[in-house]
């Protein structure tokens, strides 16, 4: 009935995303002209691309001041406000360090690497339109820089459009790209795409074959091998992850879920009542603990418990479909299924309760897997496309079994089906829609776009 939580989609591996090194390389060809007969000023500037690669940056902060204030013209200004701005920027003040690339771009518009860094400042600041512009424009000025794709890619995870993440990363493999994260934030674009076994290859790749042990990466790991029904390899994961970071809420939460999913119901126990301290006013925490006792069999302290939950969030979708269940183990599936699809309502992608409507249906020995894309429009004027999987006899039936669905979404102001793809011949199954991807934004409303445009 629960979900995996997923936090730490951030900037954790700022220092060691695009190193001095690369930065050295693309700008300088462009900076040729402003150091020739400037050896002094060149000197100089030799000298705050060591600090900034030791990592010193008050220090040169402090210099850059004091030269700023000496030679506000000397030679090498556009390569002057570009090592002022990283160093602003990785001294924790990313908006005066996206002021320097701004200047440097009035000076230099054809600066790669000065839109590239801008970018990645915008990004960590999370304005991804603005970000998504300028990554755009670095590549298209350096478009063999492999670095700016890998860049891009993670700021379009972190955004949630995971489709034009993928899509960066592949660019980015096929120019050979060797960047660790590279394969982290592909294998969670995967993740919330519903390949786990693609995540699980790039998450591996990470984890295992590069050595990394971040507790993000060792999370999500594990989380996808919980998924995947690997819950004994999945607990280490998630242990480990918890020691690092033991007051990081998901961490505990997912790990509860493993727990729970192995039948280590006690232990499972003890992880959510943790998270409980940590956040008493959690409704996914007091979901979990419903969960729990469900597992045990006890439907009236579960119930207790989903009624807590939804004290704190009377949408708090999974917790719902746990009350679902409750209905259905009792015989009552009318009721079930009504709460099932508020459930839905709450959360479009809610597996559990697109498991319980199934349920409720007989088995049928011949079944077709259908991939249905659907378009449409929100009530605020936002264009979407998003997919959904489902088990008919034929297209006709899956497409009736798609709009039955659809009628709970009370989000949209239409939609319509754009295609309908038979994708495999399945056995002994129950029929209906059994997996709902996430929302792609296609054009959002007139009315943002305007905004981000003024």
Known sequence: MTKALKSGINRRFVEGRVAV??????????????????MPASNRLNRFWRLLAEGKHEELLSEVGQMEQAEPSAPGREELLFIWGVALWR?????????????????????????????????????????????????????????????????????????????????????????????????????????????RRKLETYVVSRARREPFALARLGVVYSDLGMCEEAEPLLREAVEAEPEERDHLYNLAICLKRLQRLEEAETAARRLIELSPESAEAWGLLGDIEFERGDLEAARQRYNRSLELNPRES?????????????????????????????????????????????????????????????????????????????????????????????SEAWWEIEAIELVEMVGDERPGVCWISDYSILEKPASETETDEG
Not at 21 to 38: V, W
Not at 139 to 152: F, M, R, T, Y
Not at 369 to 384: K, L, M, S
Request: some cysteine.
């Open 91 to 199: 001294s924790g003040k990313a908006e005066e360090g996206s002021e320097k690339m701004r200047e440097l771009l009035k000076e230099n518009p054809r600066s790669a690497t000065a839109h590239l860094h801008w970018a990645n400042m915008l990004d960590e600041m999370e304005r991804f339109e603005e970000a998504d512009r300028h990554y755009a424009r670095a590549h298209e000025l350096a478009p063999n820089a492999s670095g700016i794709l890998v860049d891009w890619g993670i700021m379009l995870c972190r955004w949630g459009d995971h489709d034009r993440a993928v899509e960066k990363f592949q660019q980015a493999e096929r120019r050979l790209a060797d960047d660790d994260n590279l394969h982290l934030y592909w294998g969670v674009s995967l993740e919330s795409l519903g390949d786990m076994e693609g995540a």
């Open 318 to 410: 999974y917790t719902l479909s746990g009350l679902a269940w409750i209905a259905f183990h009792l015989g009552d599936l009318a009721e079930a299924e009504r709460i099932s699809r508020i459930a839905l309502a709450c959360d479009v992608g809610n597996a559990s309760a697109l498991d319980l409507i199934r349920a409720a249906r007989p088995k049928v020995e011949r079944l077709a897997r259908y991939q249905v894309d659907i378009c449409g429009e929100t009530e605020d004027g936002a264009r979407f496309v998003k997919t959904m999987e489902c088990l008919a006899r034929n297209e006709e039936e899956a497409t009736a079994h798609v709009k039955a669905i659809q009628e709970v979404f009370s």
């Open 21 to 38: 090194q690369e930065a050295d390389r693309l700008f300088l060809p462009e900076l040729g002209r402003t150091r020739r007969n400037a």
